[in-house]
Structure formats: C-alpha cells, structure tokens
C-alpha cells in the first residue's frame, strides 16, 4: 500500500510492533516512557517500513527473519495529546508472530520486558500504550480480525 501524504515535519512515522508468542502472549516494555508500551520504530520521510522494522528487531531482540502479518492506518491526536504536537501521524502496526523461545529470551534481555496474555491484557488495557493495542491483539489472536492489510482510517 502507497503510503499516505503527511504534512511537514514527516518524521512522525511510526511502525508499532506486536510481538505475540505461541501462547499469545504479547511483549510489553515498561522500563522507558509512561506505563507499558510496544517496542516502535520511528522513521523519518524516506525509510521503508518493513526494512526498518526488520532492521530493529534484528538489533534489540535478535531476531533474524520475523514474520510479519501488518495493519496500516492514520492517527490524528487530539490536542492535549502533547507528544505527537496535534497534527496527523502516518502509522503502521506490525503483528509478528515469535516462538516461546524467543519471547522469553526477549523478556530476559531486561526485567522491564513483560509477556501479558489476552486476560491480564483486558484487565489492565489502560496502562498499555498506545491506546488499541490490546484491542488489535485480542481480534488478531482470537482470529476477528483478517490476516494482511486492513484500512484503518
């Protein structure tokens, strides 16, 4: 898919990942930022998603070929969400599926590294960053929500 024009400064790209185990279980960090958060890649007007995306998970986690499965929309952040400064946020969530193994050698690489199932993920969803995540692990892992690109604008 072509990505979407986003007014200047473009930095503001951003690739989330999702990292779900055989167990569905989904990798949270909570050592950096403000509560629990999914790993992200910022890019800048000329960096290709998927290579970006890669390229991270090769370095911090060590994962050598992940498998993706993406979703892709736009985020428009309301105003007093300081951090993305009001303005349109080109985004695309990657959902990649990682064994048992190597979940829990990514949970060993710091003990602010966190694995929550669906239960502790519904219990506690407002602690997790950005808000639908756990909305897009649930319908992804329960199996509502199809494989591949969905247009979510």
């Known amino acids: 898919?072509?990505?979407?024009?986003?007014?200047?400064?473009?930095?503001?790209?951003?690739?989330?990942?999702?990292l779900i185990d055989d167990q569905h279980?989904?990798?949270?960090?909570g050592a950096?930022?403000?509560g629990w958060?999914?790993?992200?890649v910022r890019l800048d007007s000329g960096a290709d998603y998927v290579e970006q995306a890669t390229r991270f998970l090769k370095e911090h986690f060590g994962l050598r070929s992940p498998r993706f499965s993406d979703l892709y929309g736009l985020h428009l952040s309301r105003r007093e969400d300081q951090w993305e400064a009001d303005r349109m946020t080109a985004s695309r969530v990657f959902i990649v599926r990682v064994t048992n193994e190597e979940s829990a050698a990514m949970q060993r690489i710091s003990d602010g590294h966190a694995l929550w199932?669906?239960?502790e993920l519904r219990r506690r969803r407002r602690e997790v960053f950005?808000?639908?995540?756990v909305?897009?692990?649930?319908?992804?892992?329960?199996?509502?929500?199809?494989?591949g690109p969905l247009e979510l604008s």
């Open 37 to 40: 958060t999914v790993p992200q």
């Open 117 to 119: 199932a669906l239960p």
């Open 1 to 18: 898919m072509a990505d979407v024009y986003v007014p200047w400064p473009r930095f503001d790209r951003r690739a989330f990942l999702l």
């Open 135 to 147: 909305l897009l692990t649930a319908g992804y892992t329960e199996g509502w929500l199809p494989e």
């Open 130 to 133: 950005p808000e639908g995540i």
């Open 25 to 29: 279980r989904l990798l949270l960090c």
């Open 32 to 34: 950096c930022c403000r």
